[in-house]
C-alpha cells in the first residue's frame, strides 16, 4: 500500500506517537460518545484495545495516554488495579484475572497505526461506543 492508498479514516496514530509513553489512547466515530481505545508497543509490535476494563467497563486511565506499570511492562486499570499483558490484553492479576480487553486488529503501514483491513470500523463503534 502506498502513501496514496492510505484511508486517513482508518489510521488511528502515527507510531511514532508511541515514543513518549509506549501507548496512545485513539477515538473511533463522533459525538459525545466515541469508541475509545488505546493502542501500546508489546515488543516490535503494537497492539490496540478497547479502552474497557473487564472488571466494571470503565475506562482503565485517568491520565491521558497513561495504560502502563512505571516499569512500562504491562498494562494496568487505574481503578482496581488489574493488570494485563501487552501482547494478549489478558487479565493476570486483579479481580479481573483470565478475563482479556477486546483486542482491535491493526497494521503498521508507512509509519501509521491502522486499522486492519477487514475490520468493520462502523460495528465496532456501535458494539463499543459510549
Ligand atoms: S475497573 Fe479495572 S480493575 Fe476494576
Redesign the pocket.
Known sequence: MSSDEIDLERVLCRVAELEATGCREFRLGGGDWPLKGFIVRAGGEVRAYINR?P??S?S?NLMPDRFLSADNSVIV?S????IFEKATGLCVA???AGRALAIVSVVVVAGLVMLAEGVDAAALIRRFAG
Open positions: 476494563c472488571h466494571q470503565l482503565l486499570c481503578m482496581h488495579g488489574a486483579g479481580p479481573c
